[in-house]
């Protein structure tokens, strides 16, 4: 079986809500948003990619590398994910979206964990602490999964990754921090929580 997990970062969106790019964000001072979450990743993960449009050209953090959108069958976040997929067919992906600052290091390898307990890996989320169902930009996409999930992209019309792990049944898992998946999408929730 295949060990290798690759980490992705998904930096696409327009962030309207938020008015600037939720990436380029710090709370510390110190490091983006896009910087703390590639570290998360590079501390689990044997290789870390930025998730881009084709048109974006977002700064990458050191140790890291792009991946620009090129599956048309699909949009939004579910496209990076499949972009990455096409890219690395070999490797098993944890996808991550860069406005959780709340992340921890403990809550991706409890991820990791679970996913290693069978021997034939499954997509396995978090489960949200506010509906109950699976947090797509929070989990792994197991390697072969591509064309399955592509097809069923295909067949739905470009739907969002949370429908297809609704639909491909995947392994949930229960947060033991119930604000590590926060994300925050707005000015006033950034500077609460800076403060």
């Not at 079986?1 to 110190?30: F, P, W």
């Not at 501390?43 to 991946?67: H, R």
């Not at 496209?79 to 890219?87: D, K, V």
């Not at 409890?110 to 797509?136: C, N, V, W």
Request: charged share 20%; aromatic share 4%; glycine share 6%.
């Amino acid at each position: 079986m295949n060990t290798e997990i690759k980490g992705l970062v998904l930096v696409g969106g327009k962030s309207q809500r938020m008015g600037s790019d939720k990436a380029l964000l710090s709370y510390d001072g110190k490091r983006t948003q896009l910087e703390r979450t590639s570290a998360l990743l590079q501390s689990v993960c044997t290789e870390v990619f930025i998730s881009q449009q084709k048109e974006q050209s977002f700064p990458t953090p050191a140790g890291t590398a792009t991946i620009h959108d090129d599956v048309d069958e699909a949009s939004g976040p579910l496209c990076g994910i499949l972009s990455a997929m096409r890219a690395h067919p070999d490797a098993h992906w944890l996808i991550l979206a860069c406005d959780l600052p709340n992340l921890t290091t403990a809550t991706l390898e409890k991820l990791i964990a679970a996913f290693r307990t069978t021997d034939h890996p499954e997509l396995t989320a978090y489960q949200s602490i506010h509906d109950g169902l699976p947090e797509p930009l929070c989990a792994i996409y197991p390697a072969g999964s591509y064309d399955g999930l592509l097809s069923l992209a295909k067949e739905l019309g470009k739907c969002c990754p949370r429908k297809l792990l609704i639909i491909k049944q995947a392994t949930l898992i229960e947060q033991d921090d119930p604000r590590s998946l926060n994300n925050i999408n707005t000015a006033d929730e950034f500077n609460a929580l800076k403060q």
